[in-house]
Every structure is written in structure tokens, then in C-alpha cells.
């Protein structure tokens, strides 16, 4: 599984941790974070968390159902990291899915974006979120193979089986021949008008919606009405144009697309890799920012010293705010970039690292580092960075009878 050159980084990490945090150190430092911000009856975990300063008592009690399922896949990694024992893992995930799989408020088997920790409850206005859900029960997936033939497999099944693709397609019946997914529902407005019909970080929904074994399931005709054009940014190839870089990460932790291209010719993979070689040489061409032109990159959507925007490579689209877990987090897409921010992080950015691992987001022309993690972004960093290491979250999700029927609804094979 591991290439030479991560070999050879990985190598070079182990000589440099005193100077500079490990993979493996800041993957525990996230794990921590699923660990300690999980409500300990219900399963669910914080949106965010502070990184440096002790708890101040404030009930930050924001939870997000994507925050649950990055913490169901982490579980895994922590088990075969020897960070926890297989036993509380597991009734750690057992509690979660069952919270999920009885407790939880869903309609057609989505849920809110953001709840409550302690009793699940809606979380002010909020919606009932399509790619939310999907990055919940994806990490259900992954838990659901690391524990084969247990209650845990058989609730995680439950809970994505149930899940109705084509009323959230359909606008639940109102336009029968749409199969993009709306973006979500609230009970008070109903569907929401903006679909997933353009590029975005929505390929896993696609592919965990193609692949349903039953017949709530999206059609092969939504991946093949799913089109966008190509792009350019910082001379390379990418698809549509500059959006942030967790567009290109986040079904990576998930499907295993190397190598492979669409029936529409799309590769997907070399994509992902052009996104993060434009993001690192877009913010190397504007030194004009002292955050970039102290080697660091990595335009996400993330928190600012202005509040959280998403930042992107463009002009005007950008302020010189960076995400430490995009850079490293890109250790799948771009060894050498991510080694580079690994040891340039430790050497100069300490006030970046805390108990969780980097901060959220840093800005060195406005001398502000983040007081907080967030849990999505912890979470697409430690899952890409153990399969860039061991293709663990990959090896159990292809086990799963939703892998292979994703990749061949959506015409996936052999790039040429």
C-alpha cells in the first residue's frame, strides 16, 4: 500500500519529531478530540472544540451528525493504533448507532445538520441536511466492516438502507423526473431550492445514493446528469474552477477512486491531485500575504479572524488565512506538500498546536491563530492521513455491499 516516497517521509517524520509533531501524533491529537467531545449516552459529537485553553464551562453543545460518523470511522484507526481498546470502541459505536438508529428525529431517513449532543435535539433553525447525512452513514459504513456480523453492522445497514434518495431527489414527488439530490428540507420551508447539480465536495453522497440496495436508491441517470466543465487555476487542470480545497477531500477518506476514471471519462483522482498543486502554487504566486509567503496554503472553508468563510484560489477570494489540516490532510494527494507543511508548522507555528493537534485555521498577517478545532476538518485530515499510510478506512469500505454497486452505477473503471 505505502508508495517510496511516503515511505520515505514517513521515515523522515519519525527523525524530525522533536522538532516537528509526527503524522502519527497529530492523528492521535485528533482522535483525542472524537474521543473526548463524543456525549457518552447518546454518540453524537461537537461541531468544534477549544484547542489550547483549559474548557471554560460555556455548554458548547453544538453537535454534528458529520463530527458522529467521522468519529464511527476514526474508531478503527484508534483500535489498530492501540489508542483504545477494541471492546470500548465498539460500545462506543454501538451507543451511537443505536442513538442514531431509534432516537434520532429524521425524516425518510435524513437527518438535521446540527443538534444537540446530549438528547439530539434540532439545533435552532436548522436543516434536514442530504450530504450531512451521507457523511454520517459513510463513517456508519466503515464501523459496520470493522465489526462484521455484529449489532453494529446490522444498525449501520439499517440506518443507510432506510434512507429515501429519491424523495430527496424528487422533492418528494413534486418533480419526478429530477435526480439531483435537493440539498435538504425544513419542516418549516420544505426542500431546499439549491441542488447538488454542480461540482462540489458531493461525489460521495452521489456514490453512497448509487449505491442503495434498494429501490430509494439514486439512478444511474443522476451521475450521468451530474455535469460541469473543466477549469484552470494556477496552470493546472481541475475540475469547474477555484473552490475550497475540502472539496477535494472530502470523499477520499472513503472511496478509493486511483486510477480509475467515470463513464464519462472524468478522473477524478488526478483531479483531487491538481487541486491541492494548484492551491499550494496559487498561494506561492501572491507573497504579498505573509501566511503564504511563508511556504503555507491550504485555501479551505474554514474559521477567520473575521468569522468562518471559505476561502478559494482566486484573487479576491482569499485573505491570507490557511487550514493546518487541509495541508496535512493532502499527506493522500501530495506527499511532499504535506511533509513540507508537517515540518514548517512545527519549526515556526507552535502556537498553532494544542490538544487537538493544528488549530482550525492560522493567519500570520494577522498574527491570529484559532482558539477552536472543528470536528469535520479534524476529520477528513485523520482519515486521508491513515490511508495515505495503511488504507485502512479503504480496505473496510470496500467491503461493504454499497462500494462496488456505487462505482459500477456511476461507470467507474480503468483510466486509460
Keep these: 500500500m505505502l508508495t517510496p516516497i511516503v515511505l520515505l517521509l514517513l521515515s523522515a517524520s519519525t527523525s524530525l519529531q522533536s522538532e516537528s509533531p509526527s503524522f502519527d501524533t497529530i492523528q492521535h491529537r485528533a482522535f483525542d478530540f472524537f474521543m473526548d467531545e463524543t456525549y457518552p449516552s447518546t454518540g453524537l459529537t461537537k461541531d468544534r472544540a477549544k484547542n489550547r485553553e483549559p474548557h471554560d464551562g460555556a455548554p458548547h453543545n453544538m453537535a454534528s451528525i458529520v463530527c458522529s460518523g467521522h468519529m464511527l470511522a476514526s474508531l478503527a484507526i484508534g ?51 442530504s450530504v450531512d447525512t451521507a457523511l454520517f452513514v459513510n463513517g456508519a459504513l466503515v464501523a459496520a466492516e470493522y465489526w462484521p456480523k455484529t449489532t453494529v453492522q446490522r444498525l449501520a445497514l439499517d440506518i443507510a438502507d432506510r434512507i429515501d434518495w429519491k424523495w430527496m431527489a424528487t422533492d418528494g414527488g413534486a418533480k419526478p423526473t429530477e435526480t439531483s439530490p435537493s440539498m435538504g428540507w425544513h419542516p418549516e420551508r420544505g426542500f431546499i431550492k ?58 477520499s477518506p472513503y472511496y478509493d477512486l486511483r486510477g480509475l476514471e467515470d463513464r464519462q471519462g472524468r478522473n477524478w483522482w488526478q483531479m483531487w491531485i491538481n487541486a491541492h498543486l ?24 474554514m474559521d477567520s479572524p473575521d ?34 507543511a ?3 508548522l512545527g519549526k515556526t507555528q507552535n502556537e498553532s498546536f494544542g490538544n487537538y493537534g493544528y488549530c482550525d485555521a492560522l493567519n500570520i498577517d494577522r498574527k491570529w491563530y484559532d482558539p477552536d478545532v472543528l470536528g469535520l476538518d479534524l476529520g477528513m485530515m485523520i482519515l486521508n492521513v491513515e490511508n495515505a499510510r495503511t488504507g485502512l478506512i479503504w480496505k473496510l469500505m470496500k467491503k461493504s455491499r454499497y462500494y462496488k454497486r456505487a462505482l459500477s452505477k456511476a461507470g467507474f473503471h480503468k483510466a486509460h
Design 342 to 344: 508537517r515540518v514548517d
Design 194 to 251: 439549491d441542488r447538488w447539480n454542480f461540482y462540489t465536495e458531493a461525489c460521495h453522497l452521489y456514490l453512497l445514493g448509487l449505491g442503495n440496495p434498494t429501490d430509494k436508491a439514486l439512478p444511474p441517470a443522476a451521475w450521468d446528469a451530474w455535469q460541469f466543465k473543466m477549469g484552470k487555476v494556477a496552470g493546472f487542470d481541475v475540475f469547474d474552477g477555484a473552490h475550497p480545497i475540502f472539496w477535494a477531500q472530502m470523499t
Design 79 to 129: 483500535v489498530e493504533r492501540g489508542w483504545i481498546s477494541k471492546t470500548e470502541a465498539y460500545e462506543r459505536a454501538l451507543t451511537c448507532l443505536n442513538y442514531f438508529h431509534d432516537k434520532m428525529e429524521n425524516n425518510h431517513g435524513f437527518y438535521y445538520h446540527f443538534v444537540d449532543w446530549s438528547n439530539g435535539a434540532r439545533w435552532e433553525s436548522c436543516e434536514i441536511s
Design 278 to 301: 494548484a492551491d499550494n502554487a496559487y498561494c506561492a504566486q501572491h507573497p504579498q500575504w505573509k501566511t503564504y509567503a511563508a511556504g503555507f496554503w491550504g485555501l479551505n472553508a
Design 307 to 340: 468569522g468562518y468563510a471559505a476561502d478559494e484560489p482566486r484573487d479576491g477570494g482569499n485573505s491570507g488565512t490557511v487550514s493546518p489540516t487541509a495541508m496535512i490532510g493532502s499527506l493522500l494527494f501530495t506527499p511532499a506538500l504535506a511533509e513540507k
